[in-house]
């Protein structure tokens, strides 16, 4: 994590500082600077009037939100490179981690799931453990090319068959090490399979319809990661196949719109 990230982090953490000087500690870093204005003047999440400082936006977000945007902001740092292993060129992981983030905002919206911003970051960070087992694809490549043509797995049940670990339990690993909220280890631990979720089994579900959601197009791999619904999320989500296939329409043109006004 970069040391501004971890600064606003120890600060936000810690009772005695006061709102001003957590303010003072985002100004010092421009992408977390732009990333708390972003979200503070978010129509998606409820804000109306424009907010133009940073101590207006800490005092508008309060220190839970501002905790989940810092977070959100360091791990993308670490996305922004590239994935030999699993063939995801610069900005690929990125890409496809920034669309998951929005599109499982758009659906904590649309099914008024609560916390919606702990589900942006939940979309944001559910693939983290690739960097973890990156390293480990990367020497075993041909290998595992070869089961994911023959074997119908997903690619987490192929990781699993080979390293005894898949990308999301790496990811829960890595979630805990930065001392994440247990929701959000939780979320990202089970994205593949919500129905494991230990704590929080909506925000696992969400994320996966989100994962699922996310164009392909977002990922130039021929590693795409089996990116589909599994049976549980709809248990959870209280959906039929047929409203699932509403959803991911609106959920599409939502998209569109998003990326014609952005
Ligand atoms: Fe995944
Ligand atoms: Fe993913």
């Known amino acids: 994590m970069p040391n501004s990230v971890t600064r606003v982090l120890r600060a936000v953490e810690d009772p005695e500082t006061s709102i001003g000087n957590i303010a003072n500690f985002i100004s010092m870093d421009q992408v977390l600077t732009a990333e708390v204005l972003k979200v503070a003047n978010s129509a998606l999440l409820g804000y109306g009037r424009t907010c133009g400082s940073i101590n207006e936006a800490a005092v508008r977000l309060g220190m839970k939100r501002i905790k989940l945007i810092t977070l959100g902001v360091g791990a993308a740092d670490s996305m922004s490179g590239s994935l030999r292993g699993y063939s995801l060129g610069g900005g690929d992981m990125m890409r496809h981690a920034v669309s998951t983030g929005t599109i499982a905002l758009w659906l ?3 099914l008024i799931v609560p916390n919606p911003d702990e589900v942006y970051v939940a979309g944001l960070l559910h693939d983290i453990g690739k960097l973890l087992l990156d390293q480990y694809l990367l020497k075993d490549r041909e290998h595992l090319m070869k089961l994911l043509q023959t074997s119908k797995q997903p690619l987490w049940e192929i990781e699993e068959r080979l390293f005894s670990i898949h990308h999301a339990e790496a990811g829960g690993l890595i ?3 930065w ?34 959601f996310s164009p392909n197009d977002s990922v130039r791999s021929d590693f795409l990661e089996g990116r589909f619904v599994h049976e549980s999320s709809l248990e959870i989500l209280n959906l039929n196949p047929e409203m699932l296939e509403n959803l991911k329409k609106e959920c599409n043109a939502a998209m569109k719109i998003g990326a014609a006004v952005a």
């Not at 909220?181 to 979720?197: G, M, N, T």
């Open 108 to 110: 904590a919206q649309a």
């Open 175 to 177: 979630a805990k090490h």
């Open 179 to 212: 001392r994440f909220p247990l929701s959000l280890v939780d979320a990202i631990e089970s994205h593949h399979r919500p129905d494991q979720a230990k704590k929080d089994h909506t925000i696992s579900a969400v994320v996966n319809l989100a994962n699922a």
